[in-house]
């Protein structure tokens, strides 16, 4: 089992950046894929991006794809969200998730909020 804590969220001007941290408890974090999603009021949870368990493989929403970068580092038991150029449909509370191969994203973070101002 993990636990799962996000952080970094904060207020942006559209073109700005911000990097988003999940922390993860736990000692099996690296036998975990992790995931990034995002939440908007009125709209469905939104898939961002995924990274592999040994970082080599990383997948992108087409919406976020050569703005937003997932990485992790596993000797510290975290995965980040490097978000650059940000654009106000990007507001969203953002949620880091885990999961085995294969398998759902069994595990969900609380969420941090982005806020992205016009």
């Known amino acids: 089992q993990v636990q799962l804590v996000e952080s970094g969220g904060g207020l942006v001007q559209a073109g700005g950046s911000l990097r988003l941290s999940c922390a993860a408890s736990g000692r099996t974090f690296s036998s975990y894929h992790m995931g990034w999603f995002r939440e908007a009021p009125g709209k469905e949870r939104e898939f961002v991006a995924t990274i592999s368990i040994n970082g080599a493989a990383t997948n992108y929403a087409d919406s976020v794809k050569g703005r937003f970068t997932i990485s992790r580092d596993n000797a510290k038991n975290s995965v980040y969200l490097q978000m650059n150029s940000l654009k106000p449909e990007d507001t969203a509370v953002y949620r880091c998730?885990?999961?085995?191969?294969?398998?759902?994203?069994?595990?969900w973070g609380q969420g941090t909020q982005v806020t992205v101002s016009s």
């Open positions: 998730a885990a999961r085995n191969s294969p398998g759902a994203y069994a595990y």
